[in-house]
């Protein structure tokens, strides 16, 4: 068997009777019977009652947060994994407050990069990956047609390559609030991807 990985999948929806929660539902059965993922830790920001708030005064300044003791686990928690898993709704062309305010607190100077000279600076979050699977009301393609990609520009390229993390996979699912949306049938591509994916490290 080829390398294995530490799976963390990082949930962004208040409502747990939902097409949302189901997503969550068969990315856990697929990683549950993934022989190449070992170890899975949710992170479920609702429910932890994240505060996406960003605080800073003048005893408390944005360079410093990659050290902010409120932050450490979750900063162990993006440590730890091979493989991390975003779930969430695209609401306005991009995705909630909630996971925007976790992204703005975690992926920080000094922890998630580090400057240096030159355009772009050093990503400290190379060789993982990330997969993002991301429910709209919309048609699935109006993200690229109507919003010039933005949502998927935001995260590639904006987040992930900037920190690092090359490997960038996502779902984007659109109709999702209609009858004829295919639900069942995406629900059981996204089992399906989990149950055979293997290590960020053979690509």
């Known amino acids: ?81 091979d493989q991390i898993v975003f779930i969430y709704p695209i609401w306005w062309g991009r995705p909630p407050a909630m996971l925007l305010g976790y992204i703005d607190q975690l992926f920080a100077s000094n922890f998630a990069y580090r400057d240096k000279k030159g355009l772009f600076p050093e990503g400290l979050l190379k060789g993982k990956s990330v997969v993002c699977v991301s429910t709209m009301k919309g048609p699935t393609n109006y993200p690229l047609f109507w919003l010039n990609n933005a949502h998927k520009v935001l995260m590639r390229k ?20 209609s009858k004829k ?7 059981e ?6 149950r055979q994916c293997q290590s960020p490290k053979q690509f």
């Open 1 to 81: 068997m080829g390398d294995v990985m530490n799976t963390l999948v990082i949930y962004t929806y208040p409502n747990h009777q939902s097409l949302n929660y189901a997503f969550l539902q068969q990315v856990l059965k697929g990683c549950n019977e993934n022989p190449y993922i070992t170890e899975l830790q949710v992170l479920d920001l609702y429910e932890e009652k994240f505060d996406p708030i960003l605080h800073f005064h003048e005893h408390k300044r944005r360079r410093d947060m990659y050290r902010e003791p409120n932050l450490e686990k979750y900063r162990e928690q993006l440590t730890w994994a």
């Open 189 to 194: 591509k996204i089992y399906q991807y989990f």
């Open 158 to 177: 904006a987040l992930f390559n900037f920190v690092g993390i090359k490997k960038v996979k996502f779902f984007e699912f659109g109709n999702m609030e």
């Open 181 to 187: 949306g295919g639900q069942q049938k995406k629900l």
